[in-house]
């Protein structure tokens, strides 16, 4: 009677284990980026001579859509990657450029991501895109149902990658309008695999106001 005891205690609380972890009790929690935080942040080409420069030149003029790439050779990164390539023809129509940050450049990793994402992208190197707080999913993520269906999502969809890099601090998407217009769209991944919604960006996207020069107002 002992052992049958302890053998449902133990069963009872595995099973509240799992259930907790398919909540967003213990989810890694997230601070909302200021405009101004990210404005400040360090950004590197990926050229053989690469230029440093501060992240608001990427959209100080016609806005932008930015992907914090989690990791390049994670498949459902590239997926993501796939989906939001997808909406550069409609964002070209507004001119709203679309742009990627990636956290380290690992032999071909960048390069071998490039056919997924349509737009240019560039080095991310004290990640500060992922922050200001950073959030991490370790091994939870591999209990979750929701990350499951997003890696049988990406398989059947055709996409495969590799394990190389840093994949556990989690990306995410901005709009950032023109100027001070600021952020239209903060989408913080909460698990592998949780992709922005579409619409949103485009929604966003349809948001912005490009600055005009004062010689165009005259």
Not at 23 to 40: N, Q
Request: net charge positive; charged share 30%; proline share 4%.
């Amino acid at each position: 009677m002992g052992m049958w005891s302890i053998g449902a205690g133990a069963l009872g609380a595995a099973a509240l284990a799992l259930f907790l972890a398919n909540t967003d009790v213990f989810l890694p929690k997230s601070r909302r980026a200021t405009l101004e935080y990210l404005e400040d942040i360090d950004l590197k080409t990926l050229e053989k001579e690469p230029r440093t420069f501060k992240a608001k030149e990427l959209w100080e003029k016609n806005g932008a859509v930015i992907m914090a790439v989690r990791r390049p050779g994670c498949f459902l990164c590239r997926e993501e990657a796939a989906d939001l390539s997808s909406l550069k023809p409609k964002l070209d129509e507004l001119g709203v450029p679309l742009y990627a940050v990636v956290k380290e450049q690992i032999r071909t990793e960048v390069k071998d991501f490039q056919p997924y994402f349509k737009g240019e992208i560039f080095l991310d190197e004290k990640k500060k895109f992922y922050g200001p707080q950073k959030r991490k999913m370790v091994f939870m993520g591999f209990v979750r149902l929701g990350v499951w269906y997003n890696f049988f999502r990406a398989w059947n969809g055709g996409f495969s990658g590799n394990l190389e890099g840093e994949g556990f601090i989690l990306g995410g998407v901005f709009v950032v309008g023109p100027g001070k217009q600021g952020l239209l769209l903060e989408h913080r991944e909460k698990e592998f695999g949780d992709k922005v919604n579409l619409a949103s960006v485009l929604e966003a996207a349809r948001k912005i106001q490009p600055q005009t020069s004062a010689s165009e107002t005259k």
